[in-house]
């Protein structure tokens, strides 16, 4: 299993410096995979919708997921509620490239997430802060993402969580050994994570921005504040211009401290999202899970 | 030594590291200016092929790569690479770099469950690790291409000239020997 759980990282390894897109039809993943996406997450409503509408949001259809599967030859990623092990299992039963443990679809458990270690296909999960990303890894996580605020197209939250991050593990770096301990105590992680992030400076998986990217500067402030990709979900397919900016926020990912280059890919893409400012929230997503 | 990685999307951290720690001096090619930079190697990094030729062609970076493959600059890639590098996929209408007469098959092994990582000989070096993740392999080869390497009777190494291909990962793996084998070739050994 050790084996496998390498494997499982070393996919996300080979997603970096890359954009991953929410999309709902074949359709809209052949537009993603075109416009140059590393992956796709398929799922029957993107986050907006999820929460323009209301109601429990599960795992969705599988014949949905399939029909996806087979549109591209990039990775397919699918969502399945926190804590229901058994909506990861169908996923890795359609033989699903990654499971996204999400806190966008209504929590199916309060206390546990999924071990994530009885599974042979690769988890990414959400996190707000160094102690949650600390124990989604020990649980099986091989990937991380910011948990951001989903459909909102306001990038603050995405923000809030990397900058949290960043900042905690400069803290651990700089750290006397013996402190190592306590930290793992405040943090209520295991000490050999700890460890790991004082001795490298970084998580041991690949850490993602995810959460109200909207437009490719938005991608782009994510990567210079230490994403090694981005996921976009609501912001491309609730724009006016999909496909055009797609591809600009591809580019803006891969030159990101480029600023006349995302300047002039930022030039005529149409309407953005209109997106919901932190303020006018109702539910929380982020708040899922911990 | 110098040694430029393309940069645009995938694992190419991974092979800056290893080439750093053989002694290479290394640096990134994301967009055109970069390649006013001399450099003796090309490294194609793992990633998603479609997305990574995709930007080659839109950022430029193109034309300009292939002419300096096709010239005789050594190139080594790694999977996507060596999707890009290879005259023909048999399951996919794209060709890129055209640099290696060899006919690649796509995701080989199938989806995510079906990545692996297996010993085997590579020739001259000896046994060595090899992780493949969703990755390529060669179906055939012009009889011209040198065999490096072969798993269940699929290849999965080969070389013709200044031009190395690879389906599976050795920048992940912590084993330097196909890394320093593409510095050999780059000195000309």
Redesign the interface.
Same mark, same amino acid.
């Given at each position: 299993m050790e084996n496998r759980y390498e494997l499982n990282k070393n996919l996300a390894q080979m997603l970096k410096g890359g954009v991953i897109m929410d999309v709902t039809t074949p359709e809209q993943a052949r537009i993603a995979q075109e416009a140059g996406a590393c992956a796709v997450m398929a799922l029957e409503r993107i986050p907006a919708d999820i929460r323009a509408a209301g109601g429990v949001s599960r795992m969705s259809d599988p014949a949905m997921i399939k029909g996806i599967q087979e549109a591209v030859s990039i990775p397919v990623m699918a969502k399945c509620r926190i804590g229901h092990f058994v909506e990861a299992q169908l996923l890795e039963a359609i033989e699903i490239d990654y499971i996204d443990e999400s806190e966008v679809l209504s929590p199916a458990d309060d206390k546990y997430h999924i071990d994530k270690t009885k599974f042979k296909v690769p988890f990414v999960c959400g996190a707000k802060d160094l102690g949650e990303a600390l124990r989604r890894i020990n649980e099986g996580a091989s990937m991380i993402r910011t948990k951001g605020e989903p459909g909102t197209g306001d990038v603050v939250q995405a923000v809030r969580h990397m900058r949290m991050m960043q900042s905690e593990i400069r803290r651990l770096v700089s750290m006397r050994e013996d402190e190592l301990f306590d930290a793992a105590k405040l943090l209520q992680v295991p000490y050999d994570l700890v460890k790991y992030v004082h001795d490298n400076g970084k998580l041991p998986v690949v850490n993602f921005a995810a959460g109200g990217v909207a437009t490719p500067a938005d991608a782009a402030l994510m990567m210079q504040l230490g994403a090694e990709g981005v996921f976009v979900g609501s912001g491309i397919f609730k724009s006016g211009n999909p496909a055009k900016r797609a591809a600009a926020i591809v580019k803006a990912v891969t030159n990101y401290t480029d600023a006349k280059l995302i300047a002039q890919l930022s030039e005529n893409l149409g309407e953005a999202m209109v997106g919901i400012n932190e303020q006018e929230i109702e539910l929380l997503m982020a708040e899922r899970g911990k | 030594m110098t040694i430029a990685v393309l940069?645009? =999307?995938? @694992? %190419?951290?991974?092979h800056e590291a290893m080439l750093e720690s053989l002694g290479a001096e290394v640096f990134e090619i994301?967009?055109l200016s970069d390649l006013d930079r001399p450099f003796d190697g090309l490294v194609l990094p793992?990633?998603?092929s479609?997305?990574q030729g995709? /930007?080659l062609r839109? /950022?430029g970076l193109f034309e300009p790569i292939r002419e300096r493959i096709m010239s005789g600059t050594p190139v080594f890639g790694t999977?996507?690479g060596l999707i890009l590098l290879a005259k023909r996929l048999s399951n @996919?209408d794209n060709v890129y770099f055209d640099a290696l007469p060899v006919t690649v098959r796509?995701?080989a092994y199938?989806? =995510? /469950?079906g990545? %692996?990582?297996a010993e085997e000989e590579f020739k001259g070096i000896g046994k060595i690790p090899m992780?493949f993740?969703?990755a390529p392999y060669i179906e055939s080869a012009a009889e011209d291409v040198d065999i490096l390497a072969q798993v269940d009777g699929n290849i999965v190494a080969a070389r013709r000239g200044n031009v190395l291909g690879i389906s599976f990962?050795p920048e992940?793996d912590g084993d330097t020997s196909v890394h320093r084998y593409f510095l050999d070739m780059v000195e000309g050994k």
């Open positions: - | 940069a645009v =999307q995938g @694992d %190419f951290a991974e994301r967009e793992g990633g998603e479609t997305v995709k /930007l839109e /950022l999977c996507a @996919d796509r995701n199938g989806r =995510q /469950l990545s %692996f990582y992780t993740i969703r990962h992940v």
